[in-house]
Protein backbone atom coordinates (compact mmCIF):
# COMPACT_ATOMS: atom_id res chain seq x y z
CA UNK A 1 0.00 0.00 0.00
CA UNK A 2 1.43 3.12 -1.16
CA UNK A 3 1.60 5.92 2.28
CA UNK A 4 2.32 8.92 -0.09
CA UNK A 5 -0.31 11.82 0.67
CA UNK A 6 -1.57 14.30 -1.10
CA UNK A 7 -3.15 18.19 0.30
CA UNK A 8 -4.66 20.74 -1.66
CA UNK A 9 -5.23 24.08 0.27
CA UNK A 10 -7.68 26.68 -1.08
CA UNK A 11 -6.75 29.94 1.25
CA UNK A 12 -8.65 33.03 0.70
CA UNK A 13 -7.58 35.92 2.32
CA UNK A 14 -8.55 39.32 3.40
CA UNK A 15 -7.42 41.54 0.02
CA UNK A 16 -5.42 43.75 2.46
CA UNK A 17 -3.15 41.09 3.68
CA UNK A 18 -2.65 39.09 0.07
CA UNK A 19 0.83 39.74 -0.18
CA UNK A 20 1.73 39.59 3.43
CA UNK A 21 0.16 36.08 3.03
CA UNK A 22 1.56 35.12 -0.17
CA UNK A 23 5.11 36.22 1.01
CA UNK A 24 4.63 34.06 4.00
CA UNK A 25 3.42 31.15 1.93
CA UNK A 26 6.37 31.54 -0.21
CA UNK A 27 8.38 31.28 3.06
CA UNK A 28 7.23 28.48 4.17
CA UNK A 29 7.45 26.58 0.50
CA UNK A 30 10.71 27.45 0.21
CA UNK A 31 11.42 25.46 3.92
CA UNK A 32 9.01 22.55 3.49
CA UNK A 33 10.30 21.47 0.12
CA UNK A 34 14.03 20.81 2.12
CA UNK A 35 12.09 18.24 4.01
CA UNK A 36 13.13 14.27 3.72
CA UNK A 37 9.06 14.05 3.62
CA UNK A 38 7.77 16.60 1.55
CA UNK A 39 7.76 15.08 -2.66
CA UNK A 40 6.05 18.80 -3.41
CA UNK A 41 5.14 22.11 -2.22
CA UNK A 42 3.48 24.42 -5.09
CA UNK A 43 1.62 27.71 -4.91
CA UNK A 44 -0.52 28.92 -6.70
CA UNK A 45 -1.84 32.45 -6.87
CA UNK A 46 -5.25 32.33 -8.27
CA UNK A 47 -5.14 34.60 -11.46
CA UNK A 48 -8.54 35.41 -11.25
CA UNK A 49 -9.29 36.27 -7.48
CA UNK A 50 -6.95 38.57 -5.76
CA UNK A 51 -7.70 36.70 -2.22
CA UNK A 52 -7.50 33.01 -3.06
CA UNK A 53 -3.92 31.12 -3.18
CA UNK A 54 -4.03 27.30 -3.35
CA UNK A 55 -1.32 25.22 -2.20
CA UNK A 56 -0.82 21.24 -3.76
CA UNK A 57 1.39 19.35 -1.21
CA UNK A 58 2.60 15.69 -1.72
CA UNK A 59 4.13 14.10 1.04
CA UNK A 60 5.71 10.53 1.93
CA UNK A 61 3.34 9.63 4.62
CA UNK A 62 1.02 11.21 7.06
CA UNK A 63 3.80 10.48 9.91
CA UNK A 64 5.80 13.18 7.69
CA UNK A 65 3.13 15.57 7.36
CA UNK A 66 2.91 15.54 11.42
CA UNK A 67 6.43 16.36 11.51
CA UNK A 68 6.23 19.20 9.22
CA UNK A 69 3.59 20.53 11.21
CA UNK A 70 5.96 20.70 14.13
CA UNK A 71 8.85 22.66 12.78
CA UNK A 72 9.46 26.49 13.36
CA UNK A 73 8.86 27.55 9.72
CA UNK A 74 5.11 26.06 9.89
CA UNK A 75 4.20 27.47 13.07
CA UNK A 76 5.43 30.96 11.73
CA UNK A 77 2.80 30.61 8.66
CA UNK A 78 0.10 29.32 10.98
CA UNK A 79 0.82 32.83 13.23
CA UNK A 80 0.44 34.60 9.84
CA UNK A 81 -2.52 33.04 9.01
CA UNK A 82 -4.31 33.05 11.77
CA UNK A 83 -5.64 36.65 11.29
CA UNK A 84 -5.66 37.69 8.11
CA UNK A 85 -7.62 34.85 5.91
CA UNK A 86 -11.01 34.74 5.62
CA UNK A 87 -11.03 31.06 5.23
CA UNK A 88 -9.19 27.59 4.93
CA UNK A 89 -10.44 24.50 3.06
CA UNK A 90 -7.89 21.35 3.12
CA UNK A 91 -8.73 18.28 0.80
CA UNK A 92 -6.41 15.06 2.11
CA UNK A 93 -6.29 12.39 0.15
CA UNK A 94 -4.09 8.93 0.16
CA UNK A 95 -2.22 8.12 -3.54
CA UNK A 96 -2.99 4.56 -4.09
Not at 1 to 5: G, I, P
Given at each position: ?????MIVVDILCETQHYNTV??????CASE???EDGCERYDV?????DSQKITL???WKS???LDKHKRLPH?????SVLSDKVL???IETARLV
Open positions: MNNEVLNAIYKSVLYPDINVEKLGEYDELQSVK
